[in-house]
């Protein structure tokens, strides 16, 4: 099993976003975690595709882009020519989410399923062939710094057994978003998971290199 810390840029401070890039970078991190909030289909809003653009131009590592906006589809291309690695939309708020999976496959993205607590694992079986990332929230998409929902650990254990026994368990990353941090990291990577996304359990810290050694043996 992987244990891949994934920082979310959100609780970074962006007047020296480079650097608190170049930190997490040099610390071990392969991958960044970039939360578009349109307002609507959540309470808050941050980024669009020129700020992902942005940071593309500043860093190689893997960005997995969360979308948590209405109408995803209608924004893939903006995301996709603006540097997404993996493209990640939420399952209540697709009309067609098979067509959206496919979509993003075909232009050589990773595409991503996000479920919000409420909603059952069981929705994934119908796009488990599909699927390149699921991604748990476990807490309620839209802030950042709110506290772990302690029942979605049962989700990702389901999950996880979900993909192995549809003999897809190697080919679906497993992410887990909201919450994480030195006391609940130890319990998420337990149930079988392969990456946490960490924001102000990371970003807050006084010294970030020594807390992202701390999370990543956390025991």
Known sequence: MNRIISPSLLSADFSILKDQI?????????RLHIDCMDGHFV???????????????????????????????????????????????HYEASNDIRK??????????KCGLALKPETDYK?????????????????????GGQGFIE?????????????????RRDDITIGVDGGVNLSTIKRVYDTGV??????SGLYKAENIVERFNELQICE
Request: contains cysteine; proline residues 4%; hydrophobic residues 45%.
């Open 43 to 89: 309470p808050n809003f941050t980024f669009g595709p020129f700020i992902l653009k942005a940071i593309r131009k500043l860093t190689d590592l893997h960005l997995e882009t969360h979308l948590m906006i209405d109408n995803p589809s209608n924004y893939f291309d903006d995301f996709i020519s603006a540097g997404a690695d993996t493209l990640i939309f």
């Open 151 to 167: 029942d979605t650990l049962i989700k990702m254990e389901q999950i996880c057994k979900l993909c192995l026994e549809n003999k």
């Open 194 to 199: 392969d990456v946490t996304v960490v924001g």
């Open 22 to 30: 170049e930190i997490v970078k040099n610390a071990g991190a392969q």
């Open 123 to 143: 929705v994934l079986i119908d796009y488990i062939d599909v699927l390149d990332y699921v991604l748990v929230m476990s807490v309620s998409p839209g802030f």
């Open 100 to 109: 959206d999976l496919e979509y993003i496959k075909s232009k050589n993205i």
